[in-house]
Nanobody, 121 residues
């Protein structure tokens, strides 16, 4: 299993920036793709960005050009730099780590507890 702890959320005005961090511990060698999800009140949890162990990234259209996902495999950390924030970015943001065995078998995923991001207009 992997334990994930997010930090960096808060209240920011529209147009501002925040940087979220996620620290992983436990069976970190098994971590493959890491993801940021978010969930706004009354809405489904949404995949925001993902990054593979080799550094390939993907983003949901609504954040492309504004958010940047990165990871440090040596330090077992994941980050999300969020710029030009909009009120519609308001949500609880969750870190997710997918785990695979050395021979490629999917072993499951782990979630952090979430961090609140609130963007005021």
């Amino acid at each position: 299993q992997v334990q994930l702890v997010e930090s960096g959320g808060g209240l920011v005005q529209a147009g501002g920036s925040l940087r979220l961090s996620c620290a992983a511990s436990g069976d970190t060698i098994s971590i493959s793709t890491m993801r940021w999800y978010r969930q706004a009140p009354g809405k489904e949890r949404e995949l925001v960005a993902e990054i593979t162990r080799s550094g390939s990234t993907g983003y949901v259209d609504s954040v492309k050009g504004r958010f940047t996902i990165s990871r440090d495999n040596a330090k077992n950390t994941l980050s999300l730099q969020m710029n030009s924030l909009k009120p519609e970015d308001t949500a609880v943001y969750y870190c997710n780590a997918r785990r695979h065995s050395q021979n490629g078998w999917y072993q499951g995923s782990n979630w952090g507890q979430g961090t609140q991001v609130t963007v005021s207009s």
